[in-house]
């Protein structure tokens, strides 16, 4: 069997782009050394920072910092790494890139280095999907949880759920040996119960997992409702400043406004939208049509009215020109002018009701709260781990097969048993990349920032 190729040398500029006290090039592949050589006129000591002059292929200096060495396999990548750190600016950090491509490398694509440090085993997929989570975090908690992923934490949970299973399998797929006495065998190691354990075990990961998912998703809110409901000025109490254009005229907002605030961690993204009304102006009808559009996606809407001007017909007359389907609180806003009490109110209709001013903010913090508690969501302790939808997805699915799996049990049907169990161990190796395509590892990596 021939070997595989060798892997080309990659580079990249790892910092953010723009003007800044220090830049870096990033190096990794076979070809580090010969670039380091190159560039420095000599190959620095491992993992010792050292002070050098980058030079170019004329001899000419192209800037100068400190040159770190990370010989494979110990680095990042698991491969030959050298990172060059010198002044943050665009045209030194391009000129320095540019010279590195010129000794043989190529520039990386996205997350292209994390990639190469989950193909050489340095890390599992959880924990490099947990370095993009870090990088991105919009809360401490997200970067606390972030840095446990990394850490390992949710790795470390899935592979001893996934021991137990196969512990489980190995016993039920030994009674397969002794057909004769393969049902007794099913009762004698108790595995009914076994699988019961093993299915409480994986709803404490889905939940678990689900908060992890909510802090890298957070939460997407909708403000609809009609025009000078005070849907703008509710988006400016949520994210505590001035967002939106606050206006006495109606139809202010014509396109969608986001703003991103956090609730207690949760990343939570808050649309505005133009009000729900008729209307012969062109402008305003696309915004109208584009805030339906919003809703559709939109984990909850909060479906804003003038509590002065609601009359009886009002409610059902708004929710009729709502998207099918969609969840809806209703907010009575304006409470400061019609007296009424700040806070949740009797239900009355098919909907959770809160009555709020979002002038005073009285009743907006109570709202904060149902928002949180519509998506389950729990301050992050300290077992919390950054964690994604495709995670939850695969844990969902590990929790189908080992239902199933009882089922087959129950019915003494060891084989079929075992098949459930396989299918979802395999559920769970998606996660750590045990199992994984080609074309979900694209799809994973690519969504990270170049340099890493």
Do not use: W
């Not at 840095?147 to 021991?163: H, N």
């Not at 003038?306 to 409470?335: F, S």
């Amino acid at each position: 069997m021939s070997k595989p190729p060798a892997p080309d040398t990659i580079a990249a500029v790892a910092t953010p782009p723009g003007i800044g006290g220090v830049g870096i090039v990033r190096i990794s592949g076979p070809s580090a050394p010969v670039i380091a050589r190159a560039l420095l006129g000599q190959l620095p000591a491992a993992r010792h920072a050292s002070f050098s002059r980058f030079r170019s292929a004329d001899g000419s200096t192209l800037d100068e910092g400190l040159a770190l060495y990370f010989p494979a396999p110990h680095s990042f990548t698991g491969e030959h790494v050298l990172e060059l750190q010198g002044h943050g600016g665009p045209v030194v950090m391009d000129l320095l890139l540019q010279e590195v491509l010129m000794h043989g490398a190529r520039l990386a694509r996205p997350g292209e280095f994390s990639e190469r440090a989950f193909l050489n085993g340095k890390l599992d997929l959880a924990q490099a999907e947990a370095i993009a989570d870090l990088i991105e975090s919009a809360s401490v908690e997200a970067a606390r949880a972030a840095l446990r992923s990394m850490e390992g934490a949710f790795s470390q949970r899935v592979r001893e759920i996934t021991e137990q299973m196969i512990q489980l399998r190995l016993h039920i797929e030994a009674t397969l040996d002794f057909p004769e006495e393969g049902i007794a065998l099913l009762a004698d190691l108790n595995l009914s119960n076994r699988a019961q354990q093993l299915t409480e075990q994986i709803d404490l990961l889905r939940a678990a997992t689900h908060q992890g998912q909510l802090l890298h998703d957070g939460m997407t809110v909708v403000l609809a409702g009609p025009p000078n409901a005070g849907k703008s000025s509710l988006l400016n109490a949520l994210s505590q400043r001035d967002s939106a254009i606050v206006s006495p005229i109606p139809g202010t907002t014509r396109d969608v406004l986001r703003e991103q605030i956090q609730i207690d961690g949760m990343p939570l993204h808050v649309l505005d939208t133009a009000g729900l009304r008729e209307t012969n102006d062109a402008i305003e009808s696309e915004g109208v049509r584009r805030a339906l559009e919003a809703m559709q996606r939109a984990d909850r809407v909060l479906l804003v009215i003038d509590d002065c001007e609601a009359e009886g017909g009002t409610v059902p007359a708004l929710v009729m020109q709502l998207p099918e389907k969609v969840r809806v609180t209703l907010v009575r806003n304006k409470i400061d002018r019609s007296g009424r009490a700040p806070g949740p109110l009797p239900l009355t209709i098919n909907m959770p009701e809160f009555a709020i001013s979002a002038q005073s903010g009285a009743g907006v913090d109570q709202l904060r709260k149902h928002l949180k508690e519509c998506m389950g969501y729990q301050a992050a302790g300290e077992g919390t781990f950054s964690a994604r939808r495709r995670h939850l997805d695969a844990i969902e699915r590990a929790r189908g097969h080992v239902g199933a799996a009882q089922v087959q049990l129950a019915a003494q049907r060891a084989e079929l048993a075992a098949e459930e169990l396989r299918q979802a161990q395999q559920a769970l190796g998606e996660i750590t990349g045990e199992f994984s395509s080609d074309d979900l590892l694209g799809r994973i990596f690519s969504s990270f920032c170049i340099g890493k």
